[in-house]
């Protein structure tokens, strides 16, 4: 059976060239509903990051926990590296989609490396937005010994959500570490779609990630079992979360985004050199 002549466009039958659109709006619809899943998830995040700091026992009367990390790991004001780390891991990911983008021209690679990525995160980030203020421990050996004041719900939770959580008041913010997710996420992503050529930067992103938690509990931001918890869920998370999403949820998306951005069409290589030898075969 010839494929190409089966849906040449005759007498009203879709064409291939029809199909080959729909497939790539519903493409752009996916990788949007990614991303907004994702900033939903910051959002609710950013917002019970309020009520947990609200519902915080109070540090003059309730000490820290007993922890085995502090036990054995002296303090070390270095919470800045990790924060750092987080741009490094996100610079990583953003190498991959480049590369799977352009060099390799393999479009449907790059979409789910997108897409995996932010759901992935998106589903962490709504995971811990329960757990921080469903169970409220004690301020750890840090600036929550002494914790600012909310004046402003809304205006904290919306500076929290446009800096990623690095510039609202929050204290109380346990159980489930934030950093570990991005670190963990970011790292299970770059060992599945890096190439086998790449070995030596995913070890070396294995190393970055062990020290990254070792100085997270050092800086006493979060306990061991929030270091903990956030590892083992983030990568069930990776594990489970599929690389694509469901068409009836991204063709209303899609449909928008065509409205929006009609002439974004991404197009692989592959599709670029067909398009191409067309054009030569009409001259």
């Not at 700091?53 to 004001?77: A, K, N, Q, S, V």
């Not at 995996?116 to 409220?136: A, E, H, N, P, Q």
Request: aromatic share 14%; hydrophobic share 45%; glycine share 8%.
């Amino acid at each position: 059976m010839d494929f190409d002549n089966e849906y040449q466009y005759d007498g009203g039958k879709e064409s291939k060239q029809q199909r080959d659109e729909e497939q790539m709006q519903m493409r752009r619809g996916d990788c949007v509903a990614s991303v907004l899943w994702f900033l939903i998830g910051m959002w609710a995040n950013c917002f019970t990051l309020n009520i947990a700091h609200f519902r915080m026992p109070d540090p003059r009367t309730t000490p820290p926990l007993f922890d085995i990390g502090f036990e054995y790991i002296p303090i070390l004001r270095l919470q800045w590296i990790t924060d750092a780390m987080l741009g490094y891991f996100n610079a990583g990911m953003i190498l991959l989609y480049l590369h799977a983008y352009y060099v390799m021209g393999d479009l449907e690679r790059s979409r789910r490396i997108w897409i995996k990525y932010f759901l992935t995160w998106g589903v962490c980030m709504m995971m811990r937005s329960m757990s921080i203020w469903l169970t409220s421990l004690p301020a750890a050996e840090n600036h929550c010994q002494d914790p600012g004041q909310i004046h402003n719900v809304l205006k904290n939770a919306v500076l929290g959500f446009v800096t990623f959580g690095g510039g609202n008041v929050h204290c109380g913010d346990l159980l489930f570490s934030g950093h570990t997710i991005n670190i963990v996420n970011g790292f299970w992503h770059f060992k599945y779609w890096a190439k086998k050529e790449w070995w030596p930067w995913v070890w070396m992103n294995g190393v970055v990630v062990v020290m990254c938690m070792f100085l997270i509990i050092a800086s006493r931001s979060h306990y061991t079992i929030d270091v903990y918890i956030a590892t083992c869920i983030s990568t069930l998370v990776f594990k489970c979360v599929p690389e694509g999403m469901s068409i009836d949820l991204c063709k209303p998306i899609a449909n928008l985004c065509n409205r929006c951005i009609p002439d974004w069409k991404p197009r692989s290589r592959m599709n670029r050199s067909a398009s191409k030898g067309a054009v030569a075969e009409q001259i």
